[in-house]
């Protein structure tokens, strides 16, 4: 009997492990998708968050899972989170709008040297270790390869990348250092993140000037807003959105942290071969060399991380960034989704 459940809990957790890997690894390649066909970024994400908050709500009630219940005074102080959370997301989106989804892993990549130097400069930690400080200059110089040899270089596409890693670095450090002391479970997080992100979704609208698009969509005979094409994009992406936070908090539970980030790690090969092989919408075969550079860096980035000693405290840290990070990756942003979300989209070297 003891040998079945052994068994049992044996495929149990490689299924959550494989689901976790299959929704990260397609994640950022199905949103890329979605935001070519569907080119309103503004209520893409606005969909994703409706999805994910209703779908954390609707499972809370079937008693599927636990999340804290929505209260005003903690909503209040979880707003600017949720706020730098929210543009972590906007600039994601719009990274993915302009650039391929090999930039996005290249600028997502480069979030540990940010990380390291706001943590040493700001949060006064300890400077890096040797083979951390060689694993961050690793990053940096197969990031510096990359851009010098991305033929489909854009000021637009680079200026969002460069918003986008601003953001996700300050959305890493903020949360780390503030909203971890909330008591928050990570369905909690998931939902107000999500919530609070919906919110806010009509200011950016008007902001932006797409409320103008959409209207001009919906009131036009010769344009339509949701193709079928679209629609399944837009679903899908949706869906894999509230999947990935499941299966990332799911898979958490069921094994340890290291293997955890191990996987993670894994995941950013698995999307770079999935969309090296499915469409041309990927850099040249130089410009992916200096990517898997910048991958392997994080994987020794990693290494250090892992086999330096931590104290417990540095430990809670830790477990509740990663889970700050599936909440990113739940919104339907880039692996994370860990950010999420930052998240986390994450989370995420």
Known sequence: MAAIRLEAQYYATSSLVVGYALCSSLLSII????????????????????????????????????????????????????????????????????????????????????????????????????????????????????????????????????????????????????????????????LYNNLLSLMMAPVFWFLTGEYADVFRAVGSSSETLFGFTASVAVSVSCVFGLLISFFGFAARKAISATAFTVTGVVNKFLTVAINVLIWDKHASPVGLICLLFTLVGGVLYQQSVTSRGRSPSSQHDSTASRQINSGVEGSGSEDENQSLVVSGKDSKV
């Not at 804290?68 to 989106?93: G, R, S, V």
């Not at 990549?109 to 060689?134: E, G, H, M, N």
């Not at 040899?149 to 854009?154: G, I, K, L, V, Y």
Request: with cysteine.
């Open 31 to 190: 949103n890329k998708f979605a935001i070519t066909k569907f080119n309103y970024p503004g209520l893409l994400t606005a969909l994703q968050y409706l999805t994910s908050s209703l779908g954390v709500w609707v499972l809370g009630k079937l008693g599927l899972l636990y999340h804290d219940p929505f209260t005003f005074e903690t909503a209040k102080k979880f707003f600017p989170a949720a706020t730098i959370f929210y543009l972590a997301i906007f600039t994601n989106t719009n990274l993915l709008r302009h650039a391929n989804v090999d930039t996005f892993i290249m600028f997502r990549s480069l979030t540990p040297l940010l990380v390291a130097i706001a943590d040493t400069f700001f949060r006064k930690q300890p400077c890096p270790t040797k083979l951390t400080f060689l694993s961050l200059v690793i990053i940096l110089g197969g990031a510096v390869g990359y851009v010098m040899t991305d033929s489909a270089f854009t000021l637009t596409a680079y200026s969002w990348a460069v918003a986008y890693l601003v953001t996700i670095t300050t959305e890493m450090v903020y949360i780390k250092h503030m909203v971890t002391n909330m008591g928050l479970n990570t369905w909690g997080f998931v």
